[in-house]
């Protein structure tokens, strides 16, 4: 069966830096768009960034442009997030997805504070 499983989260201060990383089983990768999405308290699910299925292409959420990049490595079925110069903002809980499906990770909180 599908499974998207994240890791890589905790605690960083401003500034800081975290690389996500979203292992990917049940299908194959290289087939399928993917996606990068976080959820604060009280907010909606927003998305982050998203990624071709080559990684030719990419697109980012304003708030993340040049801070963040979204890649992956079909053949270790894998997609990364690399997240730097991270704010408080940032703080959220990330997922992965494979885009315009039902399929999501279970999340991997990120906190950034002092």
């Known amino acids: 069966q599908v499974q998207l499983v994240e890791s890589g989260g905790g605690l960083v201060q401003p500034g800081g830096s975290l690389r996500l990383s979203c292992a990917a089983s049940g299908f194959t990768l290289r087939m399928y768009v993917m996606s990068w999405y976080r959820q604060a308290p009280g907010n909606e699910r927003e998305l982050v960034a998203q990624?071709?299925?080559?990684?030719?292409?990419?697109d980012y959420a304003d708030s993340v442009k040049g801070r963040f990049t979204i890649s992956r490595d079909n053949a270790k079925n894998t997609m990364y997030l690399q997240m730097n110069s991270l704010k408080p903002e940032d703080t959220a809980v990330y997922y992965c997805?494979?885009?315009?499906?039902?399929?999501w990770g279970q999340g991997t909180q990120v906190t950034v504070s002092a």
């Open positions: 990624i071709g299925n080559t990684g030719g292409a990419s």
């Open positions: 997805r494979r885009s315009y499906s039902g399929y």
